[in-house]
């Protein structure tokens, strides 16, 4: 299915640790700051929770400091990470099978079957310009194609905040359980199952990002590093990534919205420090996780996310 493609399903993993009780609150909460991430704390009566706000693939020159985040890790009573995707021996069959209806558009339809002539000459000016045929590729492969292979935004990056907080959570033996988990027969049914209109707006997403060009892959770093949360937000590149698939799809999409709402309740729940980490867009979107839990009566610090 393409690189580009798997390190979308990879935002989906996250494995679990030990246990251990966890430091003083504001002291955890003060060195997280430190890293440069956007985040929200929100105070209960028996501890606190911190939502980093994650982007994937940040910049290499976007200048936060991982290692703070990791000294926070270390110090949490616990950690909150992404969907874990549960993929048997079975499902790696299926999607060797079923790879055509995924990758490909169904039976012998080519792209100007599905789009309006103005949607057809910028494909075809961007097929022109890299040298590409997308007249039978799927939409969705397609939009990956031109995010991460034209415009080139997975190169030249460093870690991702997930990934910091893993690691960090394993050496310290810190309990880090997923936020959920996915099976994989699931999402290749998702994708096997749509129809290709449903990926329109993410390919034109894709289009516009990519006529851009990559000073979109920048600022949207430089934006997030000054916690300008509704400039990433309104970035093309950050607009073609939500509405792609998993996270536009209206059941897959959903789904994920509401465990990770569920989580984070849970989590105020607890005693001590919990460290969630959870993607941008979906803590920042209207009637995302931020605006759900404030609605629901909870006082969230942090920066401004609309």
């Known amino acids: 299915m393409g690189r580009s493609l798997l390190l979308f399903v990879a935002l989906l993993l996250a494995p679990p640790a030990a246990t251990q009780e966890g430091g003083e609150p504001n002291a955890i909460v003060v060195t997280a700051q430190r890293s440069g991430a956007p985040m929200w704390t929100i105070d209960t009566p028996t501890g606190t929770v911190i939502l980093v706000g994650e982007i994937v693939a ?77 007249a039978r590729k799927s939409f969705l492969i397609t939009a990956y194609d031109l995010l991460s292979r034209r415009l080139r935004f997975t190169r030249d990056t460093g870690r991702d905040a997930s990934d910091v907080v893993r690691r960090a959570a394993r050496r310290a033996d810190v309990p880090a359980d997923p936020v959920g988990s996915v099976r994989g027969e699931d999402m290749l049914d998702n994708l096997a199952e749509a129809d290709p209109r449903d990926h329109l707006p993410c390919l034109e997403a894709a289009m516009t990002a990519t006529e851009i060009g990559p ?92």
Not at 94 to 110: E, M, N, Q
């Open 58 to 134: 940040v910049p290499e020159a976007t200048p936060w400091q991982p290692d703070r985040l990791e000294e926070a890790t270390a110090e949490a009573s616990r950690v909150i990470l992404g969907f874990r995707s549960r993929v048997s021996p079975g499902d790696v069959l299926r999607l060797i099978f079923a790879g055509g209806s995924i990758t490909r558009l169904p039976d012998d339809t080519v792209a100007s079957d599905y789009l309006a002539p103005g949607q057809l000459a910028r494909l075809a000016a961007l097929e022109a310009e890299y040298d590409q045929d997308y």
């Open 215 to 306: 000073e979109l892959i920048e600022q949207r770093g430089a934006d997030w590093r000054a916690y300008d949360v509704p400039a990433v937000m309104a970035n093309p590149l950050e607009v073609a990534l939500g509405r792609c698939w998993p996270w536009a799809d209206d059941e897959l999409g959903a789904d994920l919205r509401e465990h990770w709402v569920g989580a984070i309740e849970n989590a105020t729940g607890e005693s001590g420090v919990t460290l969630a980490v959870v993607p941008l867009r979906l803590l920042a979107e209207p009637d995302g996780v931020l605006d759900s839990l404030q609605a629901g009566g909870h006082l969230i610090s942090g920066p401004a996310w609309r």
